[in-house]
């Protein structure tokens, strides 16, 4: 055996073994941690490609694209909810100024295109064989191998093909959609202020995950959406109009901190360090509940379930609550300093001690951890 062939032989064992070593890896990390570990970017979205148009064909064969929800309707209400919010900000009104900066935080959500898995893009198989011929062609034909190493070669040449692939993206809805397909149905979602789009896999869509026999729409996945709505004004990509909040963020910043006092377990950095995910969750908090308001009147919130001590109203805060709910661990110093979010028991524990409504519906007493008044409370829009 020569040098070439035994190298050869060599580096592919290693690529393989790697490759295992990563997926026993990846069974026992958490995130954050875990995305530092994963399988090399092109060959991840290589396999997505080939497993997504399996996965549609075979969603379409058993018409089982119905079990996921559409957000198109809702997504529309929250825009025009959001839009109302912030024009009824009095900070927002009283002379040219405000009137302009306004209408310019309007304009960042009134933009925002909304996309989920199992939308008009995935359902388009035409289109995803497209993409898939394109990747082929890129992969076998344009692309010579340069090594002589197998394993090294194909990664090379996926890498290749991928680079060509995204290097024609524009922006369109459908170089978009080629952009998630390397999250392959995960249990996430974003916003990405470049392309002004907030994305919603299909995992947070699932019907019978995040529908209830009592509350029949998923409030769960509407304070998800909500969420990633308000990263538009509330983010990385924001300063701006962070330092436009003045007190009101202060506001929200300081509240967070001092539930560390109140909630933490182990390590918390909330307050200055988690404020563009804080706030997007109090705004979202505020806007599902003025949603289930529309659907369900005051006595139909106030009416005790059957078999339970609990309101309807109750159970709308124990239901969005549940999708945050984990086995308490102490949060290490390191994981707190990484992760923009706070840990998830501050998350719904902050903000509904941030509601009024919270306090009403579970007649909270002044000196209770969750207790607020409306004056005390923190608001960035609204009137008040």
């Known amino acids: ?63 089982s694209l119905t079990d996921f929800h559409d957000l198109s309707e809702i997504a529309r209400t929250m825009e025009v909810k959001i839009l109302e919010n912030i ?12 009137d302009y900066v306004r209408e310019k935080i309007k304009d960042k959500v009134s933009c925002i295109q909304i996309y989920h898995d199992f939308d008009e893009h995935d359902k388009n198989m035409t289109y995803i064989l497209k993409i898939n011929n394109n990747f082929n062609y890129h992969l ?3 692309n010579k191998r340069k090594t002589g190493i197998f394993a090294l070669d194909t990664l090379l040449r996926i890498r290749y093909a991928k680079e060509e692939l995204f290097k024609k993206a524009n922006n369109t809805p459908e170089d978009i959609f080629v952009g998630r397909i390397n999250d392959n149905f995960g249990f996430n979602a974003f916003f990405d202020g470049i392309t002004k789009t907030v994305t919603m896999l299909a995992p947070l869509m699932l019907r019978n995950s995040f529908s209830s026999k009592i509350l029949k729409e998923p409030f769960i996945t509407y304070h998800v959406l909500g969420h990633e709505l308000y990263h538009s004004l509330f983010g990385a990509g924001g ?14 910043m300081n ?32 806007l599902v509940y ?5 659907l369900y009147n005051d006595q139909q919130l106030n009416t005790v379930i059957d078999g339970l001590d609990t309101t309807l109203e109750q159970a709308y805060f124990y239901y969005v609550a549940s999708s945050s709910c984990e086995r308490d661990e102490v949060r290490s110093q390191e994981l707190a300093d990484l992760d923009p979010h706070s840990a998830n028991n501050i998350r719904i524990n902050a903000g509904f001690s941030l509601m ?12 209770d951890p969750m207790f607020i008044k409306k004056e005390e409370s923190c608001y960035v829009f609204g009137p008040d």
Request: with cysteine.
């Open 1 to 63: 055996m020569d040098f070439n062939e035994s190298s050869s032989s060599l580096i592919c064992e290693l690529i393989s073994d790697t490759t295992t070593m990563i997926d026993r890896v990846l069974t026992t990390v958490k995130p954050p941690f875990s995305k530092l570990f994963g399988r090399d970017d092109a060959v991840t979205f290589f396999n997505s490609l080939q497993s997504r148009a399996e996965m549609i064909e075979f969603m379409k064969s058993n018409n």
């Open 140 to 142: 076998y034909f344009t």
């Open 356 to 367: 009024p409504e919270f306090t009403k519906a579970f007649r909270c007493k002044e000196g």
């Open 239 to 252: 300063p701006a109009l962070d330092a436009l909040n003045g007190h009101r963020g202060k506001c929200i």
């Open 87 to 98: 024009e009824s900000s009095k900070w927002l009104h009283g002379d040219m100024i405000s």
């Open 255 to 286: 509240h967070y901190q001092k539930s560390c006092s109140k909630f933490a377990i182990g390590a918390c950095t909330s307050g200055r360090h988690t404020f563009n995910e804080d706030t997007p969750d109090v705004e979202s908090n505020r």
């Open 290 to 294: 003025r949603i289930l308001g529309d």
